[in-house]
């Protein structure tokens, strides 16, 4: 009973540097979502998608790209690193009839950039 | 421009009262309201929901209320248990987005 599983769960990254946060899904849900909770904050939200192939910005984009390919994974991909990008990354989904709104969130990658 | 606010950063609470956390938002086109919960190091659970159409809503230990009006809402638990110790955030949903509040970190005492 996987979920949402995110990784790297921990990662650190010297300035300028590049990496790629992977989220996959086995809930077989439309919404994907990456946010991110800058420390005593709340979260954030970077990019969503509604489906393969259909992208996003929220709130705070960035700095950041996504893609979805597949309906399970939605990689969040950070180019040229900043500290102001050290933060907790959440990945979450939901499913297109969802009743409430309710996501489901991974436990999260813990980004440091020196 | 915070369209989620929790103006409460902490609250301490003895076991076994009433915990009332507090959120108030901006956007009168949200549709429903989220409390999540958070555990270090852990991911945000899904707590208790109300829809912008109805005013209260319980579930066990928890109750939301809605105030339209006022564009508020807050969550009460009683009671309060040394498990609830944890960080509470509002939500509010707008078709397929997820808006949250900065949290509010609870403490249950013993």
């Known amino acids: 009973n996987a979920g949402v599983t995110q990784t790297p769960k921990f990662r650190i990254l010297k300035i300028g540097q590049s990496m790629t946060l992977q989220c996959t899904q086995d809930?077989?849900?439309?919404?994907m979502y990456w946010y991110r909770q800058d420390p005593g904050m709340g979260l954030k939200l970077i990019y969503y998608s509604v489906g393969a192939g259909i992208t996003d910005k929220g709130e705070v984009p960035n700095g950041y790209n996504v893609s979805r390919s597949t309906t399970e994974d939605f990689p969040l991909r950070l180019e040229l690193a900043a500290p102001s990008q050290t933060s907790v990354y959440f990945c979450a989904s939901r499913s297109r009839g969802g009743r409430t709104g309710e996501l489901f969130f991974g436990e999260g990658s813990r980004l440091t950039v020196l | 421009d915070q369209q989620v606010k929790q103006n409460s950063p902490s609250l301490s609470v003895q076991e076994g009262r009433i915990s009332i956390l507090n959120c108030d938002y901006t956007n009168s086109m949200f549709d429903y309201f989220l409390w999540y919960k958070k555990y270090p190091a852990e991911g945000p659970t899904f707590l208790i929901s109300i829809s912008s159409i109805k005013d209260k809503n319980e579930d066990g230990r928890f109750t939301v209320f809605l105030n339209k009006s006022a564009k508020h809402l807050s969550l009460h638990i009683v009671p309060s248990q040394p498990g609830d110790s944890a960080v509470y955030f509002c939500a509010a949903s707008e078709l397929v987005k997820l808006t949250f509040g900065g949290g509010t970190r609870v403490l249950v005492k013993p």
């Open positions: 809930m077989n849900h439309n919404y």
